[in-house]
């Protein structure tokens, strides 16, 4: 007698967030194309809000000029996260290997995200790893789990949406 069924497979949990890279090394799987647009925030409130449109606006804030983002769905630690890219070195880096005829599209490998220093000092590198298919629990996690990149440039949730059908991941 086993302790559990031979069919039994535990099911996955995810934590939806946004991923943000931490301090030394964060790998990730980018499992969808880049939404793009420009994010600038609205200080008249008691929170500042992200605005967030498809074309750059003039600023609204008398602190910053918009900003360029790219948004993505990834896999980070066994969770699906959206990772919204502002920095230009992360995107100089990823826009490079994707042109690159060796390495392509970045759906296809893992991406290990260096980060060192702090505020203004902080700086990224990014190193490809070798080309390899996502596995049957990665699948699985990601069948589970709505996309909805869009919903950014309307103050909604990319998280609340309905499941997806496999055809709109894969």
Known sequence: MSFFETDYVKPISSTWGYFKPVKGENRVRIITSATVGYIDWDYSWDNPKPVRTKNKLQAI??????????????????????????????QDA????????????????????????????????????????????????????????????SWESPFDVKQPEADDVF
């Open 61 to 90: 804030s008398v602190k910053a000029t918009p900003k360029h983002f790219w948004a993505v769905w990834v896999l980070h630690e066994w969770e699906v996260k959206v990772w919204e890219i502002t920095q230009a070195s992360i």
């Open 94 to 153: 990823i826009y490079s290997l994707a042109k690159d005829v060796d390495w392509g599209n970045p759906m296809e490998y893992d991406l290990v995200i260096h980060r060192e220093g702090d505020l203004l000092e902080t700086k990224y590198s990014i190193v490809p790893k070798p080309k390899k298919d996502i596995t049957e629990e990665q699948a699985v996690l990601m069948l589970n789990t709505p996309l909805n990149l869009e919903a950014l440039f």
